[in-house]
């Protein structure tokens, strides 16, 4: 049976193999431990389960508007004037299936054949696939590691050309956990205003922010900022809501009803259940979202000083999100290998410790570790990977 050359041209997930020889190696009853999830460790808050099973016992299990509830919908413009101060119409919101839904419909909405979409590398795995699907064309832009792994206005301005149509800004971000400043913001914004370019902003990690570090949406610079700005964001981390599948797209009305228009055909609308647990999630107590945050930011002060005392591996601190992304190549090549990926292999078959390669992410000397997993299980796997290196180093 053919197959259409959109899905033969998808790059699979960098994540995939490493998670299928995990899984592997644990169903011969081996000890794993995985640090390749991205998700929070914790189960959902309480009243939130409440509200989505006191729902589904009033009868709300019936279809919704395509674009979502209209409470959802408010209590999102809600949310976003009480964090940010900006103000939106519930008109400018459409509730998806998942922040990554958002994105594929997005994309499938602003994109024609052979436009552009600049992408900041080290990027997300799945943002050049989505941008590919829609007949677009994934342009790299690389965030250098001596600059935080962040694009600054120069370089940005260097990858346009007349078929650009959108650049990605993701902050804070996955798998680099840096965040961009308002001042940083503001210049890149200055050349997406200059060239008319839609910026979508990707703010899944807002709530995820450490020490002095703060997030700030590039919509909350200006008017003209937030004109061109399509804000994704949902309560998969901020409130450890990943499989309950609720994201959402906010900004500039006619992108907004394209994208509502197009989900009516292919989702119809997301989960009503689901809905209703976001509400709650949005209406009700945030305790829980500062606690997962005190409980990340306590891991990643522990875990990153006994991380970054292996020799050969060096870390710029993460100042949100819940991952890690350290540069390893000089513990790979010390230890006999010649990539980073080589590397990851083999630390998973003989330390037993699973992280993700960074070249899935565009940046091939590094790794991914995710720390949303208990401080006994990050502790053990460091210890490992230390104790892989000196080994290995010996030889």
């Keep these: 049976m053919k197959l259409a050359k959109r899905?033969?041209?998808?790059?699979?997930?960098?994540?995939l193999a490493i998670t299928a020889k995990a899984k592997e190696l644990k169903a011969q009853g081996l000890d794993v431990i995985g640090l390749g999830a991205g998700e929070p460790d914790?189960?959902?808050?309480?009243?939130?389960?409440?509200?989505?099973?006191?729902?589904?016992?009033q009868g709300q299990t019936k279809y919704t508007p395509s674009a979502g509830l209209p409470r959802l919908k408010q209590a999102i413009v809600d949310k976003l004037k009480r964090d940010q101060n900006l103000e939106y119409k519930p008109s400018e919101v459409i509730v998806t299936s998942g922040a990554k839904h958002a994105l594929y419909t997005l994309f499938q909405a602003i994109l024609d054949e052979g436009d552009e979409v600049i992408i900041p590398t080290p990027y997300w795995v799945s943002y050049p696939e989505q941008v590919k699907l829609a007949g677009g064309v994934p342009v790299y832009c690389e965030g250098k590691e001596e600059n935080g792994f962040k694009i600054t206005p120069e370089q940005l301005q260097d990858c346009i050309t007349e078929a650009t149509r959108a650049v990605i800004i993701n902050s804070p971000s996955n798998p680099t956990g840096m965040i961009y400043t308002a001042e940083e913001l503001a210049a890149i914004g200055e050349v997406c205003l200059k060239h008319n370019l839609t910026i979508v902003s990707d703010e899944i990690y807002e709530k995820l922010v450490y020490g002095e570090s703060k997030h700030v949406s590039i919509a909350q610079l200006s008017p003209e900022l937030k004109e061109h700005t399509i804000i994704i964001n949902g309560v998969s981390k901020s409130h450890s809501m990943t499989g309950w599948r609720i994201g959402y797209a906010v900004g500039n009305?006619?992108?907004?009803?394209?994208?509502?228009n197009l989900a009516s055909h292919s989702?119809?609308?997301p989960t009503t259940t689901a809905q209703y647990g976001a509400i709650a999630a949005y209406e009700g107590p945030q305790d829980a979202v500062e606690e997962m945050r005190q409980a990340f930011a306590e891991r990643?002060?522990?875990?990153?000083e006994q991380l970054?005392?292996?020799?050969?591996?060096?870390?710029?601190?993460?100042?949100?999100?819940?991952?890690?992304?350290?540069?390893?190549?000089?513990?790979a090549i010390a230890c006999g290998y010649q990539n980073v990926d080589e590397f990851a292999t083999a630390l998973l078959e003989e330390a037993l410790v699973a992280v993700i390669p960074g070249s899935g992410f565009g940046s091939e000397d590094n790794i991914r570790l995710s720390y949303a997993t208990s401080l006994e299980q990050l502790e053990a796997a460091v210890d490992r990977i230390s104790a892989f290196v000196k080994e290995k180093m010996k030889h």
């Design 267 to 269: 989702t119809s609308n």
């Design 300 to 304: 990643l002060s522990i875990i990153f």
């Design 7 to 15: 899905v033969q041209a998808l790059t699979p997930s960098s994540t």
């Design 308 to 331: 970054t005392s292996i020799p050969g591996v060096s870390c710029i601190k993460p100042q949100g999100a819940f991952y890690l992304f350290p540069n390893v190549k000089e513990a």
């Design 253 to 260: 009305e006619k992108v907004i009803k394209a994208m509502t």
């Design 42 to 57: 914790f189960n959902t808050p309480q009243h939130i389960i409440d509200q989505a099973a006191k729902s589904m016992n």
